[in-house]
C-alpha cells in the first residue's frame, strides 16, 4: 500500500477529498485504524487522559509520548503519523522544540509533530521546519493552554480572538505547516479559515466546512463515556460491548464453564 505523505494530504484538499483523522496511542488499536484506511494517526497528548487518567493533557513527559508514538509507527503501513509534541518541551525556546521533535522522530519514527499556538511560537515552529520535519499547527481550544482559558467552552466567538485564529493560521501557512487543527471554534469562522488558506485544515468541533475531521478514537468508540460534548458522534458503544464480554467471562469462571475439556491439555 502506498503511504499518505503531505503531498497526498494537499492534493486532497485541492480535489475536495475531505481527510479523515483519529488518534491511537497503541500497537494494537494502531493497526485496526491504519487497515480501516485512515489518511492521518495522531498520536495525541489526549494520551494524558485517554491512557493515563489525567485530567489535562499537561502531565505527558516527552518519553512517554515517544513510548505511545513508537508502538504506533510499528503498527501503522499506510496511514501518515503525527505526534502531538507535549506541554514543556517546544514553548521556552526554539532549540528546545527542535531537540524535542529530533527525539521523537529518531526514537518513534514517526512522520510529523503537531504543536499548539500561533504567533507566540513561530520561532519554534521554524526551527522545527528548518530542520525537514512536518509541523502540523493546532489552533482554537489548544488543551495545553486550558489553565489560561479556564474552561473548554467554544473558543473565538468574539472578533478580536476569531481575527487573530485567522491571522495564525495565514502565519502558520506561511511559516511553511502542511495543515492545521482546529479545535472547538464557530463553523462560520472555521470555514473562513479553510478558504483563506492553501493548506488542509482539520477540524474538531469546527463544522463541516473545513477540510478533514479528527476525533479521539476512545471517544468515538463509546469506550469513554463522561465525555459527551455536542460535536462527538458516538460510533459504537465499546464500553457496553466490553461490560457484556466482561461480564460473561466473569460468569463461566465462577460457574466452572470456563475451561471445558476442549480448552484444556
Ligand atoms: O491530543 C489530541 O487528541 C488532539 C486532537 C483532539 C486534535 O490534539
Ligand atoms: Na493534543
Redesign the pocket.
Known amino acids: 500500500v502506498k503511504r499518505i505523505t503531505t503531498h497526498i494530504l494537499q492534493e486532497m484538499k485541492d480535489r475536495g477529498e475531505k481527510i479523515s483523522m483519529l488518534?491511537a496511542y497503541d500497537y494494537s488499536m494502531a493497526k485496526i485504524v491504519d487497515a480501516a484506511g485512515i489518511d492521518i494517526i495522531?498520536v495525541?497528548?489526549?494520551?494524558s487522559n485517554v491512557m493515563a487518567g489525567h485530567e489535562t493533557?499537561l502531565p505527558i513527559t516527552l518519553d512517554q509520548m515517544i513510548y505511545h508514538a513508537s508502538a504506533v509507527v510499528r503498527a501503522v503501513s499506510r496511514s501518515f503519523v503525527v505526534v502531538?509534541i507535549p506541554f514543556g518541551s517546544y514553548q521556552g525556546n526554539s532549540s528546545e522544540a527542535l531537540r524535542s521533535t529530533i527525539r521523537i522522530m529518531k526514537e518513534s519514527g514517526a512522520h510529523a509533530v503537531?504543536v499548539e499556538g500561533g504567533s507566540e511560537i513561530k520561532e519554534s515552529v521554524a526551527r522545527i521546519l528548518s530542520a525537514g520535519v512536518p509541523v502540523m499547527g493546532?489552533l482554537g481550544l489548544t488543551?495545553q493552554s486550558i489553565y489560561k482559558f479556564g474552561t473548554y467552552t467554544v473558543r473565538a466567538k468574539e472578533d478580536t480572538e476569531a481575527n487573530k485564529l485567522l491571522e495564525d493560521a495565514k502565519l502558520l501557512e506561511e511559516l511553511g505547516c502542511f495543515a492545521i487543527?482546529v479545535?472547538k471554534i464557530p463553523a462560520d469562522l472555521a470555514k473562513k479559515v479553510a478558504e483563506s488558506v492553501s493548506i488542509p485544515i482539520?477540524g474538531?468541533g469546527a463544522g463541516g466546512g473545513v477540510d478533514g475531521q479528527?476525533?479521539?478514537m476512545h471517544d468515538m468508540l463509546g469506550i469513554t463515556q463522561e465525555f459527551k460534548p455536542r460535536f462527538l458522534r458516538q460510533y459504537a458503544d465499546l464500553q457496553g460491548i466490553m461490560m457484556e464480554a466482561f461480564g460473561q467471562y466473569i460468569k463461566d469462571v465462577k460457574s466452572k464453564d470456563f475451561p471445558n475439556e476442549g480448552e484444556s491439555y
Open positions: 488518534t495522531l495525541g497528548d489526549s494520551a493533557t502531538d503537531k493546532h488543551p487543527v479545535e482539520i474538531i479528527v476525533l479521539v
